[in-house]
């Protein structure tokens, strides 16, 4: 069964159709990516599919269950999560803090107005720490980590809300080659042994071959092109389009 | 551990005998109007402490606080009047009033995106209810204020501040206390999640609106008990307590002593009551002298008093374990 399906779905800014007509079906437990040039629509596609933006047309389903104009807190709580192409943390609080406030809340505790949060979730909080690899860094301010631990930190964040499906916008975004395919690396053993579908957006070809077993290919807002990397990779439009050849 | 332990113990033992002895020296030493200004830094120190709740925690710039603890002060002063309640249920009644009004101001204000127009709507509200408070004779005694609004002998300040410092003194630290256990818990974290980034905060599932609605009214009932506070010190009333200078004032109090230092408000509070109380008896510039002392502030310590000495602290502390 398919966990997150779009039909039709549109969105227009001042006239300019930003996303139109797509429609795309991700099944459970795969890495599924979206990829076209800068512009082609793929954030503004993330945003509809997570409630971010309402749509102007077209419906989305989530675990069976219609979610168009759903306020995105209840997506979430749903077990949607979501990262953003610029990292979306809280600066203030500690790296321990980012992960613990998030699984405090996932617990249902945070309306909890008299017990000291200090002592709440530290092993769930540590673990997700231990596994994006920021174990060390756990006192730092958040707001002054690199942009790859941030990406990191927010990918940690996401975890932490207990995703069914993880949504990553550009992902390994201002990476260098080593910090990429390390996230690449993490990416594929979460979706592994956590068993969360992911569905990310991408623009280095390579990072996207290697681990998805979809891949649906955007210009202009339209989907030009759907289907396993060996399709993808033998697609006309999309050489024309992506590749600058023919 | 057991050297940390009891040297902690000690500092509260320190604090404890300065708070009692405080107002019996003042009384001795100066005269009852130093108990007087002991008291009313109590009072504001609550007000600006959970006036922080919603600005340092929640990073929600309410321009219109002085309308809880306007409600709280009236609301104590017309109970007693109005409706011959005695004098322990209105004071408890206050509170709950105000928090209403911050439920219902809130209702509306949390839903605005943008500090700016959150600042201008508080203020509007805040403003409506003193025209109200203000116009509406027959019910609030206009202008005239309420005066000479009784309260029991045990707290009364006709002779003597001590009674009403004490009273003051121990409801202000059962609150603050109160407000301290908020701040650290599970709701405090989220509300400074909240603070730093409202997205990332609805994009792990938490509705915005309810937790900055939550706090806004947490808030509001404790600004109510320093209204209430406010209203027995001064056995009167006036619409004053509703104008917009109250909250602006908290909001110079929360920046002058720091908003990230539990106690910074507090300490803003203490400076600003003796400031207003000593200049004003040299000059009558005193607002000059407020002015000049802020945009220092701003400019040279925007963590504020507070965060200043609490930095000082962390440093000597470093030291010392080096």
Same mark, same amino acid.
């Given at each position: 069964m398919a966990i997150l399906e779009a039909r039709d779905l549109t969105k227009s800014f001042g006239g300019v159709a930003a996303v139109s007509q797509v429609t795309l079906a991700v099944e459970e437990n795969e890495i599924y990516s979206i990829i076209g040039p800068n512009g082609a629509g793929k954030s503004t596609l993330f945003n509809l599919l997570s409630g971010r933006l309402p749509c102007d047309q077209g419906r989305v389903f989530f675990k069976g269950a219609e979610i168009t104009g759903m306020p995105p807190e209840q997506i979430v709580r749903m077990g949607m999560g979501r990262s953003f192409q610029v990292t979306n943390i809280f600066p203030r609080l500690t790296v321990f803090e980012n992960i613990q406030s998030t699984v405090i809340f996932q617990q249902g505790k945070g309306l909890n107005l008299f017990a000291p949060a200090k002592a709440m979730a530290i092993n769930?909080?540590?673990?997700?720490l231990e596994m994006v690899g920021l174990l060390e860094k756990r006192n730092e301010a958040a707001g002054v980590l690199s942009a790859g631990d941030l990406k990191r930190l927010e990918l940690g964040i996401v975890l932490a809300t207990k995703p069914d499906l993880l949504l990553l916008d550009e992902p390994t975004c201002g990476m260098s080659p080593v910090e990429t395919a390390a996230t690449i690396d993490?990416?594929?053993? =979460?979706? #592994?042994?956590?068993?969360?579908?992911?569905?990310?957006?991408?623009?280095?070809?390579?990072?996207?071959?290697?681990? /998805? /077993?979809?891949?649906?290919?955007? !210009?202009?807002?339209?989907?030009?092109?759907?289907?396993?990397?060996? $399709?993808?990779?033998?697609?006309?439009?999309? $050489? %024309?389009?992506?590749f600058g050849e023919g | 551990m057991s050297c940390n332990r009891t040297q902690h113990w000690s500092w509260w033992l320190v604090a404890a005998i300065i708070l009692i002895a405080l107002p019996f020296v003042l009384e001795k030493a100066v005269s009852q109007y130093y108990v007087y200004l002991a008291i009313k830094i109590i009072v504001w120190a609550l007000f600006a402490m959970s006036?922080? +709740? #919603?600005?340092?925690?929640?990073?929600?710039?309410? @321009?219109?606080?002085?309308?809880?603890?306007?409600?709280?002060?009236?609301?104590?002063? +017309?109970?007693?009047v109005k409706a /011959?309640?005695?004098? &322990?249920?209105? *004071? +408890?009644?206050?509170?709950?009033?105000?928090?209403?009004?911050g439920l219902v101001i809130g209702f509306f204000s949390v839903r605005i995106k943008g500090v700016f127009y959150f600042a201008v709507l508080t203020l509007s509200f805040a403003q409506l209810l003193y025209i109200i408070v203000f116009k509406w004779r027959s019910f609030t005694f206009g202008d005239d204020? =309420? $005066?000479?609004?009784?309260?029991?002998?045990?707290? /009364?300040? $006709?002779?003597?501040?001590?009674?009403?410092? @004490?009273?003051a003194l121990a #409801?202000?630290?059962?609150?603050?206390?109160?407000?301290? %256990?908020?701040?650290?818990?599970? *709701?405090?974290l989220m509300l400074r999640a909240?603070?730093? !980034? &409202?997205?990332?905060?609805? @994009?792990?599932?938490? !509705?915005?609106?309810?937790? %900055?609605? =939550?706090?806004?009214?947490?808030?509001? *009932?404790f600004s109510g008990v320093a209204g209430a506070l406010f209203t027995f010190l001064e056995t009167s009333v006036s619409p004053d307590v509703l104008f917009w200078s109250n909250s602006g004032e908290v909001i110079l109090m929360g920046l002058l002593g720091g908003m990230d230092v539990f106690l910074g408000p507090a300490l803003g509070a203490a400076i600003m009551v003796l400031l207003n109380s000593f200049i004003t008896s040299y000059t009558q510039y005193w607002q000059i002298c407020l002015g000049v002392t802020l945009i220092l502030i701003v400019l040279v310590f925007p963590q504020g008093v507070g965060g200043l000495m609490a930095k000082f602290y962390s440093t000597w502390k470093g030291e010392k374990r080096a």
């Open positions: 769930e909080t540590e673990s997700i993490l990416i594929k053993r =979460i979706a #592994v042994e956590t068993s969360i579908t992911v569905l990310f957006t991408e623009h280095k070809m390579d990072v996207v071959f290697s681990i /998805s /077993s979809h891949i649906t290919v955007m !210009n202009f807002g339209r989907v030009i092109a759907t289907g396993s990397p060996e $399709q993808i990779r033998a697609d006309g439009q999309v $050489q %024309r389009v992506y | 006036f922080n +709740l #919603v600005l340092g925690y929640g990073g929600m710039m309410s @321009f219109g606080h002085a309308a809880f603890y306007g409600v709280g002060a009236y609301c104590a002063a +017309l109970l007693i /011959s309640w005695p004098m &322990p249920l209105a *004071f +408890l009644a206050a509170p709950v009033a105000a928090a209403l009004a204020g =309420i $005066q000479g609004i009784p309260v029991p002998d045990i707290i /009364s300040t $006709q002779d003597s501040y001590i009674g009403y410092y @004490f009273f #409801v202000a630290l059962v609150c603050i206390y109160l407000l301290w %256990r908020i701040g650290r818990s599970p *709701f405090g909240l603070r730093d !980034n &409202p997205q990332r905060s609805t @994009f792990i599932g938490m !509705n915005v609106q309810n937790y %900055r609605l =939550i706090a806004f009214t947490i808030s509001a *009932f």
